[in-house]
């Protein structure tokens, strides 16, 4: 059995139910709203990382040294020239003596100087390196 109040709140119960309009499901646009995130996301990474490489090629290309020599390229192959037949080659004629080359002494070797300290360059002499000055100890008091 049940007693006239059970029955009341039921009856409420049941009425607020009626009249109660149907939610729809939240979810649905939160996954909208999350994929959306993701293919932004993903789309600013691969417009930074374009905009990266398309930055940085030719800073990396020029700073390669573009003063370098081009590679060396395969000579073309000689023309050949065609053959002339030996009878209209005239021999030489010795008409004149020939002329002695011109007689150059050799030069003079250079006698090598031994170094004191590889580590130290010749007194008046610049040092290949930058030098800091050496500090001075200070009096203790």
Do not use: C, H, K, Y
């Not at 090598?112 to 001075?136: D, H, K, L, Y």
Request: hydrophobic residues 40%; aromatic residues 2%.
């Amino acid at each position: 059995m049940t007693t006239p109040i059970e029955d009341l709140i039921r009856a409420t119960l049941s009425d607020l139910a009626e009249e109660a309009p149907t939610v729809q499901d939240q979810l649905i646009p939160a996954e909208r709203r999350a994929r959306n995130r993701r293919r932004a996301t993903a789309a600013l990474g691969v417009a930074g990382t374009l905009a990266a490489v398309l930055i940085a090629a030719p800073l990396a290309v020029a700073a390669t040294g573009g003063d370098a020599p081009r590679p060396a390229a395969p000579r073309p192959p000689a023309p050949t020239a065609p053959p002339t037949p030996a009878a209209s080659v005239p021999p030489p004629t010795p008409s004149a003596p020939p002329i002695p080359a011109a007689s150059v002494p050799p030069p003079a070797p250079t006698a090598a100087v031994p170094s004191t300290s590889p580590a130290f360059p010749p007194p008046g002499r610049p040092t290949p390196w930058p030098t800091a000055p050496i500090p001075s100890p200070s009096p203790q008091r």
